[in-house]
């Protein structure tokens, strides 16, 4: 099996800074992509920044400038550093991963956690 486990979210002030973490843990051969997703009440999951097992990043617009993600291929761990929080912000936040276990690539998913930004 196969498990993604996150941490880091909480409460904090606009302005604020956070850290997410999401480690892939189990029967791993690789870890390829890794991604953040976050989901606000009543809108749609969006991917908010991504990146390959290469260290190439990308980031949706409304985080650029921002958020960073960045990965420790040792550790099979995904971060996600949040600078200058907003108030549209406030989201679960998912980190997902196409990760191979021998000749299969599969696609996970963490359990979420909660970022709330409020004074």
């Known amino acids: 099996q196969v498990q993604l486990v996150e941490s880091g979210g909480g409460l904090v002030q606009p302005g604020g800074s956070l850290r997410l973490s999401c480690a892939a843990s189990g029967r791993i051969a690789s870890v390829n992509a890794m991604n953040w997703y976050r989901q606000a009440p009543g809108k749609q999951r969006e991917l908010v920044a991504t990146?390959?097992?290469?260290?190439?990043?990308n980031y949706a617009d409304s985080v650029k400038g921002r958020f960073t993600i960045s990965r420790d291929n040792a550790k099979n761990t995904v971060y996600l550093q949040m600078n200058n929080l907003k108030p549209e912000d406030p989201a679960v936040y998912y980190c997902?991963?196409?990760?191979?276990?021998?000749?299969?690539?599969?696609?996970?998913w963490g359990q979420g956690t909660q970022v709330t930004v409020s004074s």
């Open positions: 990146i390959t097992k290469y260290s190439t990043t």
């Open positions: 997902n991963a196409r990760i191979s276990r021998g000749l299969l690539e599969d696609v996970y």
